[in-house]
């Protein structure tokens, strides 16, 4: 799992990553995002609220690491959302998080 922290970093050096709640609903509404990483400690509403907006443009939602863990993946403060803006870095996650995707248990 630490690969999916590097990737993190290297894609938030890359500027392809947005974080927080008011950064990924941006991303979201603009359909930039092809993956959201929302961490395990938020709230169930956070979890709720953008799960719900994520599945709304099919973009897959991981449950994974802390709000620590992610936002010094990234070289932040704790985080409880971030969007990945790149497909490549996006896929290159979700072959590290395999089934751990959030939209697809709901089906």
Known sequence: MDKVF???G???RSGKVVSGEQGVASALHRDKVHCLIVAKDS?????????AKAAAQ??????F???LELGQAIGKAQRSLIAVLD????RAIELELGGQNLSREKD
């Open 65 to 67: 690491g802390t709000k």
């Open 6 to 8: 590097a990737l993190l």
């Open 43 to 51: 709230s169930q509403n956070t979890l709720r609220k953008y799960s």
């Open 58 to 63: 099919n973009v897959p939602v991981y449950l």
């Open 10 to 12: 290297f894609a938030q």
């Open 87 to 90: 497909s490549g870095f996006a």
